[in-house]
């Protein structure tokens, strides 16, 4: 008869089998959906020159064209069908985040409405979405007509509607292509389709520079230095994202007949950084955004009192001072501000005083909001500061080298998705080998576990 240590190590080892059966279903299909859309990022809209738009990219790659062109894997420089990429779906789910705490109705529904509420706003962020996919595709289209008639092969209306079309198509594919991912994959769809496209980037960066290297642009020191840099940003980035404040939450005792139940203590946890990645994703959009309208204008036929234009936008680049000063002021706004939105201290205490829940030394209520707001801004004043000196590191060495590849928003996006994703796994391979070993328990425990003592009364 088998001991108990045994018939425990085989039923570890059935869990796991059975987890790394349906763990490696989940990663083929994540791969297989990654490579779909590398694929898309290399088929050009029709009508469009790819030899010609590329040449004219060229002269928009410092602006916000340069950061969607990073996220997209460089789609954008292509003019692929998948160019916006999900950005408007990003930007949707936020603009419907926002609503949600300020706009009665959705708040609502987020609050009280459970999972029916939930899926009417994924409903309306899918909506949102569409509308400005057509929005930023219309723009699209009329800035390559406008730009020059060497870009485009078609006449102007017919351009627009394809154009409008292929693009929002490519969006809501993406963001359908997301959702299977986040379903029957590992990890975030929609954070997986942006780190395939900034890692689909990296070997380009690498190459980079070691032709300024061979090239004898940058010496060789100065290529370690920035190796260096890179993985003592990643070690500093996974150091701050893993840190955590820890509230104890104690639950009163109450008794039920003759026993007692409750008095057990948790923990609320909250992170340095509950902003994540969208307060540089926010502030490099805005600051980008005016280099790219000025990139369309004809700056010669600018009116007299408007010709400072040009050398005042020239400085809202990568790498000038004035760049860097106010993408680190709103880098902290933005993060401030989006904290704000995502945890919500008086909701917090109210679900605590609702569940018996209470912070010991602290009355449930107002004074526990009052608290976890305080903790909450002394961290928050620390994850501002972390993201800043993370962003703005890298656009120091964009002021020395031609390097924007490596900016500190793609480090950090690369870093936090493949953290929650490593994580996703490991809850994957511990929850299917519980499952494997409460399943394999039951079924000898049950059937043949107890007849051997009945039979033996």
Request: net charge positive.
């Amino acid at each position: 008869m088998a001991s108990a240590a045994e018939q425990l190590a085989a039923n570890m080892n059935y869990g796991a089998f059975q987890k790394a059966t349906d763990l490696h279903k989940r990663l083929w299909f994540t791969l297989g959906a990654l490579l779909v859309y590398r694929m898309g990022t290399y088929i050009p809209i029709p009508g469009i020159d790819p030899a010609a738009f590329a040449q004219a990219f060229n002269g928009q790659a410092k602006g916000i064209l340069g950061m969607f062109n990073m996220f997209s894997g460089g789609a954008v420089s292509r003019m692929a069908v998948f160019s916006l990429n999900v950005m408007p779906y990003i930007s949707a789910s936020i603009i419907v985040q926002l609503m949600g705490t300020m706009y009665s109705p959705w708040e609502k529904l987020r609050k009280e409405g459970g999972e029916a509420g939930r899926k009417t706003l994924n409903q309306y962020t899918r909506y949102l979405t569409v509308v400005l996919a057509l929005v930023q595709s219309f723009g699209i289209s009329q800035a390559l007509l406008h730009t020059g008639g060497h870009l485009v092969a078609q006449e102007p209306v017919f351009f627009t509607i394809t154009t409008m079309a292929t693009l929002t198509g490519g969006t809501l594919f993406l963001m359908w292509l997301g959702e299977q991912m986040t379903t029957r994959g590992v990890g975030n769809g929609t954070s997986l389709i942006i780190f395939a496209g900034i890692v689909a980037q990296l070997p380009m960066a690498i190459w980079q520079m070691f032709t300024l290297t061979r090239t004898g642009e940058m010496n060789g020191f100065a290529m370690f230095a920035i190796f260096a840099m890179a993985v003592g940003v990643v070690l500093f980035i996974v150091f701050m994202e893993r840190s955590q404040r820890r509230l104890l939450v104690q639950y009163p005792k109450r008794q039920v007949g003759n026993r007692m139940y409750g008095g057990d203590s948790s923990f609320l946890p909250l992170k340095i950084n509950t902003a994540g990645v969208i307060p540089p994703i926010f502030a490099s959009s805005l600051l980008l955004l005016p280099a790219t309208v000025m990139g369309f204008l004809a700056t010669a036929h600018l009116p007299p009192w408007a010709q400072w234009l040009p050398s005042a936008v020239g400085q809202l680049q990568h790498g000038k001072p004035l760049f860097m000063l106010l993408y680190g002021a709103m880098i902290i706004f933005f993060t401030f501000f989006y904290t704000s939105i995502v945890f919500n201290p008086e909701e917090t205490a109210e679900n605590l005083r609702k569940y018996g829940g209470f912070l010991p030394g602290i009355r449930p209520g107002k004074r526990t909001a009052d608290y976890m707001d305080f903790v909450l801004t002394r961290l928050t004043v620390i994850g501002a500061a972390y993201i800043t000196v993370v962003c703005l590191v890298p656009e120091a060495l964009t002021s020395f080298y031609n390097m924007p590849a490596l900016g500190g928003t793609s480090i950090l996006i690369t870093v936090t998705v493949t953290m929650d994703t490593v994580t996703q796994i490991q809850s994957h391979l511990l929850s299917h080998q519980y499952e494997g070993l409460i399943k394999k328990s039951r079924g000898k425990g049950g059937a043949g576990g107890m007849r051997p003592r009945v039979a033996a009364r």
